[in-house]
């Protein structure tokens, strides 16, 4: 691990190992609870491979009550409990902690109900993003958002980190999908929040829990919208000279009242990464490529198209090809979503970055990262979901190197810092996990993080839950929780004359 | 009884450390349009937003604006407007239903009670659409959350956390929103003659074709004569409005046309109707009726929501119309507002819940106005309100006697 500290590890519950590990068997029976090191290895890293760390043992539970027992368990004897869905997260949301207990949702893989009439399912949380839409293609309805890693993450993965994906653009993000949930506190409390009904009364804890990276409960069924499948899907695939004519079509094109189903962009070295390595028919002389897929009815479509290609040409397009058949239409994805493999191949590392910018920004933030990649003399390609400003920078290195990852860190930082600094943020989609918690900083400021702290102590005051994530410093709630202003300490203290 | 209307962010700070020192609960109001929803407040101040006005941003290229949370709500939809744009959750207006004046309300009451409208089951409510938020807590702490992009996922989502909270975590002092074109065309086809239970399969069927639906509200008959001057004739209409470019409209239209032909005759309104007849129905215009007459608002899950109200007509007079595929139902009662009754039958037919929207202030202090929750849930909406307001000084008992 470069650079990165985890909070200390608590001699006194790793000494009680045994203990605890007797304790969760005593709830989840069987093959349930695993404390053997070969076994644990599989749990040691999610999605950010950069860092592993094997858990204290880890609880794969069966059902809702063996969650709640095993929660209650930890929470009356101060273990630490990070939960874990498919294990996917970019950020490290679910790196193990050496005196945690790791929770597995994955058996929890059932789906329970599937409710045409009023749209929705409800699912467990280890149901895969894409068993969702396998569950009910047959009757040409599909979930929406749709994060790379679907085929593998799990739903309850998707709640936890706000879940994007090329589509979310037009059809949200996970928040804007679910509709209710059941989740269990550290406690052991089990809470509803929602339904297959819109809208819950009183405070909006569904949206708080979305994005909430395992810190403040642990989801055990989730209610979804599920929607008809548009009927057709076209794609165009549009070369520029410049980012910024590319932009700015990408400006025009919302502004035409148009939400594309997709709209994503590739810069120069992401082209041709890509280009080499599944041949999609990318162009090689342009700066810029967009990918813009129009679903919907057909005539739609067609009439989406035409006027997309229009607003092309208008902005210097200096190709503009339309897929013909579904064939074509998969071929323009195809260099796209095998981008980060392609950029795999042509460096032996890379790190993928996840920052949000105002469009306009665009321009700009390519020619800081320009700038940085000489000062650090490192390579940079860029994949962006560019309707939404979305940007992934991929910065190549060499971890057999010394100091590359190191380096490559610092790069990624200065990219995030430049996108905060013209107004975006540090995370678009992947999260805050371990990997961006010490950037916080940069986006917010003391009085912020506490309040989104004080959720936490709301949720979980003895912060047992995921601890070290998202946060730079866990600071105690009974701390926060002191008032600091006293009668005859502030500016007005007789009648108000405002 | 004082009002305190302050000018700048910070005398917001300012007025409410002063509440603070005063340990004096405070009422916080814009202008105060919807005063009369929600629980009745006891408290001797006042914070009004109307002093603090004025959008701090816009980029309709960015589909991006910011705003105070003073500013009037009819300033915002004008200026958009004038640039083709909407907010595309399309947020109610209580003032007629509450017998005041349309377009009374602010940007900050917006989002401290979630509005929405028919758009909901597609585009979603306020909490869908707010990106960023500058708020000051009950501890008289500035903060912010969120930014002005769409994609972000920077710690809590404290600015969803903001929506439905009727000003008792904190005042939003500004709030950053996403803003969308408005569809180019829009015409609304209207199904006569089915009863409830009929309009909610024709609706089901509809809402789950490629007809992308963006709106389907059912009027049964005595309700239908009270919308667009009468011109749907009294008969029981199912409503749904299609939307979006002018060639793609005329498709799934004829499209729905085809799939609905079963239940009944099926025609379409031009656009100028249709865009008045879902202001209407977003606005509950046939219960304006300038009385203080009960009126709940329940969601539930569409396929059930019309068992509630069959049910309830068997033991008492209601008159009753549906959004949101059915499954929002507006209910206005005679006398007795039934909650007990009302609440029962949401738990008997899956769930879902009532906010009692209309009442005299008498029964609104007396009966819960929002749908009561289970003791874990209660205790954790407490303890969220103490780590924003641990004095309990931002409208204490808005939502709940105690919270």
């Known amino acids: 691990m470069s650079g990165l500290t985890m909070p200390k590890a608590d001699e006194a519950t790793m000494s009680r190992r045994s203990d605890i590990v007797a304790a969760l068997r005593t709830i989840v029976p069987g093959e349930g609870v695993v404390d053997v090191t070969n076994e644990m290895r599989a749990f040691e890293t999610d999605g950010l491979t950069a860092y592993r760390q094997l858990p204290l043992v880890v609880v794969l539970p069966q059902t809702v009550q063996q969650v709640s027992r095993v929660l209650q368990y930890c929470h009356e004897n101060n273990v630490k409990v990070v939960p874990r869905g498919s294990g996917t997260s970019l950020s490290g949301g679910a790196l193990p902690l050496e005196d945690a207990v790791l929770l597995v949702m994955s058996r929890f893989n059932r789906i329970l109900e599937i409710d045409y009439p009023n749209r929705a399912a409800v699912v467990q949380p280890g149901v895969t993003n894409l068993g969702i839409t396998k569950a009910v293609e047959h009757e040409g309805f599909y979930y929406a958002p749709d994060p790379s890693s679907q085929i593998a993450c799990s739903i309850g993965g998707n709640v936890a980190e706000n879940a994007g994906g090329v589509h979310c653009l037009k059809y949200g993000l996970t928040a804007n999908n679910v509709l209710g949930l059941e989740m269990v506190l550290i406690t052991g409390e089990v809470v509803r929040l929602g339904g297959k009904h819109l809208d819950s009364e009183g405070y909006d804890l569904l949206g708080l829990m979305t994005g909430s990276e395992g810190l403040l409960a642990v989801v055990t069924e989730v209610s979804v919208r599920i929607l008809q499948k548009p009927t057709t899907a076209r794609a165009l695939m549009i070369g520029f000279p410049t980012s910024e004519e590319a932009g700015q079509c990408v400006a025009d094109v919302i502004a035409a009242g148009i939400i594309p189903g997709g709209m994503e962009m590739m810069d120069r070295p992401a082209i041709h990464a890509a280009e080499d390595f599944v041949h999609a028919g990318y162009p090689l002389d342009v700066e810029a490529l967009l990918i813009v897929e129009l679903d919907g009815p057909v005539v739609e479509v067609d009439h989406l198209i035409n006027m997309v290609e229009a607003i092309g040409r208008r902005n210097g397009a200096t190709t503009c090809v339309v897929s013909q058949s579904e064939e074509e239409r998969m071929a323009f994805w195809a260099g796209r979503k095998a981008a980060f493999p392609a950029v795999g191949r042509i460096s032996p590392d890379y790190l993928c970055m996840d920052g949000t910018i105002p469009r306009k920004e665009l321009p700009k933030v390519l020619a800081g990262m320009r700038e940085l990649s000489d000062k650090y003399g490192l390579r940079v390609a860029n994949v962006f979901h560019a309707g939404d400003g979305n940007l992934h920078p991929l910065i190549l290195y060499d971890a057999n190197i010394p100091e590359e990852l190191h380096k490559a860190e610092d790069f990624g930082a200065d990219i995030l810092r430049l996108c905060v600094k013209v107004g975006g943020v540090l995370t678009g989609e992947h999260g805050v996990g371990v990997e961006k918690r010490d950037l916080m900083p940069e986006m917010f400021n003391e009085a912020d993080l506490n309040q989104q702290i004080r959720v936490k102590c709301a949720f979980d005051d003895k912060h047992l839950l995921n601890p070290g994530k998202v946060f730079p410093q866990l600071r105690r709630c009974a701390e926060l929780g002191r008032m600091h202003v006293h009668r005859g300490q502030v500016p007005f203290p007789d009648i108000p004359r405002f | ?403």
Request: net charge negative; glycine share 12%; aromatic share 6%.
């Open chain 2, 1 to 403: 009884m004082t009002t305190i209307t302050p000018t700048t962010e910070n005398e917001i700070v300012e007025a409410v450390q002063w509440a603070l020192a005063e340990q004096a609960p405070v009422e916080v109001i814009g202008y105060g349009s919807k005063r009369d929803l929600g629980r009745p407040l006891q408290t001797e101040h006042t914070i009004a937003l109307s002093g603090y006005a004025g959008v701090t941003l816009y980029e309709p290229d960015e589909l991006v604006l910011s705003a105070r949370a003073g500013t009037p709500m009819a300033e915002l939809e004008t200026l958009v407007a004038e640039n083709g744009q909407a907010f595309q959750f399309e947020p109610m207006d209580y003032g007629p239903l509450l017998g005041q004046p349309a377009g009374q309300g602010s940007l900050g009451g917006l989002l401290a009670t979630n509005l929405c409208g028919p758009r909901r089951l597609k585009a979603g409510s306020a909490r869908d659409h707010v990106l960023g938020v500058r708020v000051v807590s009950g501890r008289g702490e500035l903060f912010k959350s969120g930014g002005r992009v769409v994609k972000n996922v920077t710690g809590y989502d404290l600015s969803k956390g903001m929506a439905n909270s009727w000003g008792t975590l904190g005042i939003a002092t500004e709030i950053t929103f996403k803003v969308l074109p408005t569809p180019e065309t829009e015409t609304t086809l209207v199904i006569r003659g089915l009863a409830d239970d009929e309009a909610a399969r024709a609706m089901a069927i509809a809402m789950g074709s490629s007809g992308e639906v963006a709106a389907a509200a059912h009027l049964p008959g005595n309700v239908a004569g009270r919308v667009i001057d009468g011109a749907l004739n009294g008969a029981a209409s199912t409503l749904l409005r299609v939307e979006g470019f002018a060639p793609s409209v005329a498709d799934r239209a004829g499209m729905l046309k085809g799939l609905l032909a079963t239940a009944g005759e099926v025609d379409a309104l031009p656009q100028e109707t249709s865009r008045r007849l879902w202001r209407e129905v977003r606005d509950v215009i046939p219960f304006a009726d300038a009385t203080e007459r009960p009126v709940w608002r329940v969601s539930m899950v569409p396929m059930q929501a019309y068992k509630l109200v069959a049910s309830l007509r068997m033991g008492a007079a209601v008159d009753a119309f549906y959004d949101w595929q059915g499954g929002l139902v507006w209910l206005r009662m005679e006398g007795d507002p039934e909650a007990e009754a009302v609440r029962a039958l949401i738990r008997t037919y899956g769930g879902g819940h009532a906010t009692l929207v209309r009442a005299p202030a008498s029964v609104r202090a007396a009966l819960p106005v929002f749908e009561p929750q289970p003791a874990p849930l209660a205790a954790l909406s407490k303890r969220l309100k103490q780590q924003f307001d641990p004095s309990g000084i931002l409208n204490p008992g808005r939502m709940v006697a105690g919270v």
